[in-house]
């Protein structure tokens, strides 16, 4: 996982890495997480029927609304936005491991789960008005609300009514959703893909850390699906007056929708966030920056 003793820990490769994985990782994805923000933002209490019968009403309306470019609806600013978000999650891990580590170089499981926690709370600088403006472009066309705002037109809107902090709504609710998922992700990762050195070396084949990628995210994506309905309620600004915090919607989803509600997309959830974290660790794994730069892939350091 991360280099041995020998090896110096090189900040730059893997940030590029990271940047990397996770423009590959959403362009895979991307359209798997807008059908699946549609469905958890279907509320019972809204007084109208549901707009989508299920998943794959959703797809076929979704597509059928806007095409192919309708399924990238809100992309632009995730993509954007998700490399220095993959880079800080990913590297905030590495080197929270890293300073985690005891004297002889081992690393406790509650010393990882601690290195997650870490890199969850690192990664909610980006990670709030990334999801907040992708959620708003993921919504708009779902809406039949007239004008369509970008997401440039909808930050600056959101900065104009409450500054800086309206870039920053639903940021407890993320903050509470990335480090849980982060706590349980890494230390199964970093479990899942240690079984697949090959003996005698640190190396990792690329495949395997693509599967541990996918096992782990699926696990701990499924877990925080909760967390992450609260979230996208939150930061839907359909309802910016229906509920004043975490607790208040929590309240509110469970007293009117009950507890199923709180997995309301969980499949989705598991279908965007594993393969995008298989393909995350595995690209970031691969070792491109480490070619461009003429360095050792971090699979192969010893």
């Known amino acids: 996982m991360a280099p041995g003793p020998n090896q110096d820990f090189g900040l730059v490769p893997r940030i590029i890495n990271g940047g990397i994985a996770g423009i590959v990782g959403v362009i895979c994805v991307f359209p798997i997480d807008l059908v699946k923000t549609r ?41 954007l936005l998700i490399t220095p978000e993959k880079a800080i999650k990913l590297v905030a891990n590495d080197v929270f491991r890293q300073a985690l580590k005891t004297k002889d170089g081992s690393l406790p499981m509650h010393r990882q789960i601690l290195a997650g926690a870490g890199a969850g709370t690192c990664q909610i600088v980006v990670t709030t008005p990334m999801e907040l403006l992708k959620i708003q472009r993921q919504m ?43 706590m349980m992700y890494f230390p199964l990762f970093a479990y899942f893909n240690d079984k697949g050195k090959t003996p005698g070396s640190n190396t990792v084949p690329f495949y395997h ?20 309905v609260v ?6 600004l359909e309802y910016k007056n229906r509920y004043s915090g975490m607790l208040d919607c929590t309240t509110k989803i469970m007293r ?16 965007v966030i594993a393969p995008l974290f298989g393909i995350a660790q595995m690209v970031y794994y691969l070792g491109i920056a480490e070619a461009m730069m003429g360095l050792k892939p971090l699979g192969s350091v010893s």
């Open 39 to 79: 469905m958890q933002n279907q509320s019972k209490a809204v007084g109208q029927p549901p707009l989508y019968k299920n998943v794959v009403d959703c797809a076929i309306k979704t597509f059928r609304g806007g095409g192919l470019r309708g399924m990238y609806s809100g992309s632009a600013v995730n993509i």
């Open 231 to 236: 979230k996208t309620r939150l930061q839907t």
């Open 140 to 182: 708009a066309k779902s809406q039949n609300s007239g004008q369509v705002l970008n997401a440039r037109q909808i930050a600056m809107q959101l900065y104009r009514e409450k500054g800086i902090v309206g870039l920053y709504k639903g940021v407890g609710a993320t903050f509470t959703r990335d480090v849980v998922f982060s």
């Open 256 to 271: 009117e929708e009950g507890p199923s509600a709180f997995f309301k997309g969980s499949l989705l959830r598991v279908m």
């Open 209 to 228: 850390s693509f599967a541990s990628g996918i096992t782990a995210g699926a696990i701990s994506s499924y877990l925080a699906t909760p967390f992450d």
